[in-house]
């Protein structure tokens, strides 16, 4: 192994990003619950401050209100077919139109619910309301889903080989620098085997990520105990003094730290990648359910409501 010269510090300060940006982390999840607690607040202040005398929902400024913040949605529906239609391509980058299309997606809602004068009545406008509310959440979940498998928004979604390679998470890497501690090799490549396996779902993947995390730990226990017994021959036979064994046991350790943590975040982007596919399949028709309940109100209202206006 050699003598420990140089202290064993983190591969990079920030092993999972890329050009600069990393895969989201805790900040996201407080991002989204802000977003969501906010919105409860708007709502819940203005059901106590809202009096029908300040502005009704079909007229004057609640009327124009609604317009507005009906077609914000609608243009928050442009995202998706810049996204899916290639000759789209001129409008701008992919990257813009999605913080554009978020920053729609919130305002938009915002400006509903103070159309609506904090009141549901009639079922068509409670099917809007509700549609509305349920795509808003999903959207701040998948938001928060997005970051965990992207390089930042701009970023490009993150690909599992590309992950482990920069985790340093190759058999070469690990075979080289622990193959001389007994016990160490099998631990670390029944880790990888545990993370690395093929067939999974989002089931799987959460399983997979918790089991890692205990097994993690254990193995690194298991990886330490007697360290420094094992080095203890390699330190005699290349002279080294006692700080350097002890040097070179803080080493190993590091190392070993480094290689769990690694583990763990490749199960936990499988998790987050699996669970924003199946964010996917639950967002989407909730797009239709709302883009239906939207159009069925504004016809309706118009056919029963506003005749005057
Ligand atoms: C998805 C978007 C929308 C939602 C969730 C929504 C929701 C609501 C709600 C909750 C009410 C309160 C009265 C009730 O419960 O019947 C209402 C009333 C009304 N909305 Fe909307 N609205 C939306 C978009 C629009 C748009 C774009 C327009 C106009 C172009 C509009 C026009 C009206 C009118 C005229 C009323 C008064 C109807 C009445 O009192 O019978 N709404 N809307
Ligand atoms: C109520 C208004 C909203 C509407 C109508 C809406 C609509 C859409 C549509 C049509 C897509 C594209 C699905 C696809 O083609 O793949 C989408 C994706 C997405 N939306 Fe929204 N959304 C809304 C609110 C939000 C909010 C509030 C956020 C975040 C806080 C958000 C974040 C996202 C994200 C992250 C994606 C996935 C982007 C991707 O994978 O490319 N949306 N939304």
């Known amino acids: 192994m050699g003598a420990p010269a140089q202290p064993v510090t983190a591969r990079n ?7 600069g940006k990393s895969l989201g982390g805790k900040g996201e999840l407080a991002k989204a619950f802000l977003l969501v607690f906010t919105s409860l607040g708007l709502y819940m202040s203005g059901d106590y401050w809202y009096d029908d005398s300040l502005y009704k929902p079909e007229e004057g400024f609640g009327y124009w209100i609604g317009l507005v913040g009906g077609v914000m949605m609608l243009l928050a529906y442009i995202y998706s077919m ?4 290639k000759w789209l391509r001129f409008s701008g980058i992919l990257s813009h139109w999605l913080r554009i299309h978020i920053w729609l997606g919130i305002v938009g809602p915002y400006l509903i619910i103070i159309h609506t004068g904090f009141r549901l009545e009639s079922q068509n406008a409670k099917y809007a309301f509700y549609s509305m509310v349920a795509v808003f959440l999903s959207g701040v979940v998948g938001r928060y889903l997005y970051s965990r498998v992207h390089f930042g928004l701009d ?3 993150a690909q599992l080989g ?30 990888e085997k545990l993370v690395t396996f093929k067939q999974h779902g989002v089931w799987t993947s959460l399983r997979v990520s918790w089991q890692a995390r205990i097994a993690g730990i254990a193995a690194y226990h298991r990886m330490t105990r ?3 017994a094992h080095l203890a021959p390699i330190a005699a036979q290349q002279q080294w003094d006692p700080k350097d064994l002890a040097i070179a046991e803080r080493q190993v350790k590091s190392m070993l730290r480094e290689y769990v943590t690694a583990v763990k975040t490749v199960a936990r982007f ?3 990648d699996q669970m924003f596919m199946l964010w996917r399949m639950v967002h989407v ?19 029963y409501s506003v005749s005057e206006i």
């Open 13 to 19: 300060a920030d092993p999972v990003s890329k050009n």
């Open 82 to 85: 810049r996204k899916h239609m």
């Open 155 to 157: 970023g490009k979604r």
């Open 162 to 191: 590309e992950l482990q390679r920069m985790l340093g998470l190759d058999a070469k890497d690990q075979q080289s620098v622990f193959a001389v501690i007994p016990g160490v090799k099998e631990e670390l490549d029944r880790l």
């Open 226 to 228: 007697g360290l420094r």
């Open 270 to 272: 499988r998790a987050y």
């Open 285 to 303: 028709p909730l797009l239709f359910l709302l883009f239906i309940a939207g159009v069925f109100h504004v016809v309706y209202v118009h056919m």
